[in-house]
């Protein structure tokens, strides 16, 4: 069942309620008793999870996640002593002039 939002223009009161899509929109404020209830306009029929811990990776296959791991390059080894992997560029002395 879809989660709607309603607001009452009455008293300003906000809360959620689980309706079915072919039920009436409610009228009537829970707090307030007044006939001034009216549902928002939300985000739509996309299912919205709430609260942390959700993750697109959570519920992979076994599969899946056996073709990844073969898939994911070697690490590297790192070079040991003063060598370095990286080269560097030679920078101009101070005070000397390019143009």
């Given amino acids: 069942m879809p989660t709607y ?16 899509i072919t039920a009436n929109p409610r009228t009537e ?4 008793h007044e006939q001034k209830l009216r549902r928002k306009i939300g985000p739509g029929a996309a299912i919205l999870f709430k609260g942390s811990g959700f993750y697109q990776t959570d519920y992979r296959s076994d599969s899946y996640k056996k073709a990844a791991k073969a ?3 070697a690490p590297e080894s790192k070079p040991s002593g003063g060598e370095s992997a990286r080269t560097e560029t030679p920078k101009p ?3 000397s002039s390019t143009t």
């Fill in 93 to 95: 002395a101070a005070g």
């Fill in 29 to 32: 404020c829970p707090q307030c």
């Fill in 71 to 73: 898939d994911a390059p």
């Fill in 5 to 20: 939002d309603y607001i009452c223009d009455a008293c300003g009161h906000e809360f959620e309620a689980f309706e079915s």
